[in-house]
């Protein structure tokens, strides 16, 4: 019931924007969600593609269930605006990103808990 109250609250608030209104409620408010998930879990590719499918949608009709043909590629809707895009959350990149992060951090630092717990439990012997 939440999901379908929450699809009908999207697709009202797509229909009253306008095309910069819907493009910064992707960039402030449903990147914000999704850049949250990423910095903890790593999230399968079709989860991925699921959401930014979802996205594109709602950026160019203001329907998430609206399969609209769009007029630019989402890899340049991601670029940076100095680049000719639109600055959007390029999702796969910055998943791998704070996944490497996270390895980064498992790798050299020693003062957190949970680090010291993985490092005990999983890497007793092994290096990354």
């Known amino acids: 019931m939440w999901v379908k109250l929450s699809n009908n609250m999207v697709a009202s608030a797509g229909k009253h924007l306008s095309y910069t209104g819907r493009l910064e ?18 999230i399968p590719g079709t989860i991925i593609s699921q959401i930014i499918s979802l ?23 991601c670029l940076p605006k100095c680049e000719g895009g639109l600055s959007l959350l390029d999702i796969k990149a910055r998943n791998k990103s704070f996944l490497a992060k996270q390895l980064w951090n498992i790798h050299l630092k020693t003062d957190s808990i949970w680090i010291l717990w993985i490092h005990q ?3 007793n012997s092994y290096s990354i």
């Open 121 to 123: 439990l999983y890497l």
């Open 25 to 42: 409620l992707l960039r402030s408010v449903l990147f914000g969600i999704v850049q949250f998930l990423l910095g903890i879990f790593p």
């Open 55 to 77: 996205c594109r949608n709602f950026l160019w009709s203001g329907n998430i269930n609206s399969h609209k043909s769009t007029a630019v590629a989402w890899k340049k809707i």
